[in-house]
């Protein structure tokens, strides 16, 4: 179960689309193992989740240059200058 977890929590986060979205994935999903391995419990882990989330979230925002991504009304996306 902790292997597929684990594996889980690697690839899912390539998934994501936007600079900012995957920075977040890969942020939260590397804060949660860090985290859980410093403190050896579940707390750690959603702790260093949230900031690394928060963390990856901010340096993936920053390499994106100056576009955005929308949805309109039928879900398709574009991207347009923010």
């Given at each position: 179960?902790k292997?597929?977890?684990?594996?889980a929590?690697?690839?899912l986060?390539l998934?994501?689309?936007?600079?900012?979205?995957?920075?977040a994935?890969?942020?939260?999903?590397?804060g949660?193992?860090?985290?859980?391995?410093?403190?050896?419990?579940?707390?750690g882990?959603?702790?260093?989740?949230?900031?690394?989330?928060?963390?990856?979230?901010?340096?993936g925002?920053?390499?994106?240059?100056g576009?955005?991504?929308?949805?309109d009304?039928?879900?398709?996306?574009?991207t347009?200058?923010?």
């Open positions: 179960m292997k597929i977890l684990l594996v929590s690697l690839i986060p998934a994501a689309c936007t600079a900012t979205e995957r920075g994935g890969i942020g939260a999903a590397s949660a193992i860090i985290g859980g391995a410093a403190t050896g419990n579940v707390r882990a959603a702790v260093g989740a949230g900031i690394g989330g928060v963390a990856g979230a901010l340096i925002r920053a390499n994106e240059p576009y955005c991504y929308y949805r009304q039928y879900g398709r996306r574009y347009a200058r923010c």
